[in-house]
């Protein structure tokens, strides 16, 4: 079958998934937290993250010979997000869940940017 997704592409997909999750349930979590946690430019790299993994799951199912490049750019947003997540939630075990989600996510992407 041509075009046939290798398990290192769907695990990267799964990591995707898994990130866009998490960034979306703790933006939730962020906007009823208030204070530093509901800061708009906090939101926007939990927003531009969980956007973005979708956008490069999305890539690689289709087989999109352009998910080198989402995947490059998704890795940098999901470093950006397990920053951003580590600095704010120090005592926050979603936002340490998240930046650890963001971080595998950040890894497999940078592998798949090489493909």
């Not at 041509?2 to 398990?7: H, K, L, R, V």
């Not at 695990?11 to 906007?31: A, S, V």
């Not at 995947?71 to 580590?86: K, S």
């Amino acid at each position: 079958m041509p075009n046939q997704i290798s398990n290192d592409v769907r695990n990267c997909i799964d990591n995707c998934f898994e990130c866009h999750t998490i960034c979306t349930e703790t933006i939730n979590h962020c906007l009823n937290m208030g204070n530093e946690h509901s800061d708009p430019n906090h939101i926007n790299i939990l927003l531009d993250c969980a956007q973005i993994c979708q956008t490069s799951a999305d890539f690689m199912l289709r087989t999109s010979n352009l998910h080198t490049k989402t995947c490059d750019i998704c890795a940098q947003a999901c470093e950006n997000c397990a920053q951003d997540c580590e600095k704010i939630g120090k005592d926050d075990d979603l936002m340490k869940k998240c930046a650890k989600i963001c971080r595998e996510c950040a890894e497999s992407c940078k592998k798949m940017a090489k493909h």
